[in-house]
């Protein structure tokens, strides 16, 4: 999805997938990730939703409820995550580089922010 604008959208226990057209066999297929990119998703309920895999370069995840969503190898790279609510999600082997995030971002606990961006208070 590029550049699609999903402001308060609710993907609440949704599991998102990404369908592709196999060439070779000329046939739909299904990929275990989807690919949102410079896609705004502030204020997104995404709580409960199983993102495994998923790629969130450069999204807009400004104050997203992220709550319990599984992360594990999701991409976060340039995300905006300043104010969302990350709180009992699983981030194994997700890739946080160049993430933004404030002090009013939850995450949890032992992530390793050492590659993000704190953005300054106003």
Known sequence: MYDAVLIGANF????????????????MKLDNY????R????RAN?????LNSVSFEYTNLLQANLQNANL??????GAN???AD?????LNDAVLRGLIYSSETIFPEGTDLSKAYLAEQC
């Open 46 to 50: 995404l709580s409960n939703v199983n």
């Open 72 to 77: 594990d190898n999701a991409r976060l790279d």
């Open 34 to 37: 989807a690919y949102f990119y």
């Open 86 to 90: 990350l709180s009992g999600a699983s």
């Open 81 to 83: 995550l300043i104010g």
């Open 12 to 27: 609440h226990q949704a599991k998102i997938k990404h369908w592709s057209l196999d060439y070779q066999e000329e046939r």
């Open 39 to 42: 896609t705004d998703l502030k």
